[in-house]
T-cell receptor, first 113, second 112 residues
């Protein structure tokens, strides 16, 4: 079974721009979660989607948004980029259970200049 | 109450030694505790996980010890190898939240 895939793997943007990251979950998984990883803050939860519905959201500003498609693929968008948004953005997929194991993709490394 | 406190921040162990990483939590609603291993440039990979109905779980050289009353759990890596050199994260999850709360990570270096 193929793992979680994320595209692009690397991205360089400038302040004020917006960016869209994509995630394809493991086949059969319907839950997709997004996390931000930085050296200072560690791994922080952004949001989780299941069957195209957001079930939970972390403490991030409204500039961070996401969506999920009917095939379970997910995208996250960050608008009006700030220098502090530079991070590794990780997507994880899991089954339908409330505490099913999450399997992570390799991440998208976003650098904001 | 949502935090998971992880220690130590970094750890150096000789090849063949035992690596021990500890985590503590406050939220008694947590009922799933996974450990992840992350190599540079890679996403976290699930190593082993435990639920609070057992006190210990072993998979190969990796063991989780769980102390429900103390609200602590730990990862033991037996016979540590240089290939185990990575960053390890503990995490916790509670039903209905659909998210993990991660510890701050432990950078393990195993000397050859």
């Amino acid at each position: 079974k193929a793992g979680v895939t994320q595209t692009p793997r690397y991205l360089i943007k400038t302040r004020g721009q917006q960016v869209t990251l994509s995630c394809s979950p493991i086949s059969g998984h319907r839950s997709v979660s997004w996390y931000q990883q930085t050296p200072g803050q560690g791994l922080q939860f952004l949001f989780e989607y299941f069957s195209e519905t957001q079930r939970n959201k972390g403490n991030f500003p409204g500039r961070f948004s996401g969506r999920q498609f009917s095939n379970s693929r997910s995208e996250m968008n960050v608008s009006t980029l700030e220098l502090g948004d530079s991070a590794l953005y990780l997507c994880a997929s899991s089954g339908a259970g409330p505490t099913d194991t999450q399997y992570f993709g390799p991440g998208t490394r976003l650098t904001v200049l | 109450q949502q935090q998971v406190k992880q220690s130590p921040q970094s750890l150096i162990v000789q090849k063949g030694g035992i690596s021990i990483i500890n985590c503590a939590y406050e939220n008694t609603a947590f009922d799933y505790f996974p450990w992840y291993q992350q190599f540079p440039g890679k996403g976290p990979a699930l190593l082993i996980a435990i639920r609070p109905d057992v006190s210990e779980k072993k998979e190969g050289r990796f063991t989780i010890s769980f102390n429900k009353s103390a609200k602590q759990f730990s990862l033991h890596i037996m016979d540590s190898q240089p290939g185990d050199s990575a960053t390890y994260f503990c995490a916790a999850s509670s039903p209905g939240t659909y998210k993990y709360i991660f510890g701050t990570g432990t950078r393990l270096k195993v000397l050859a």
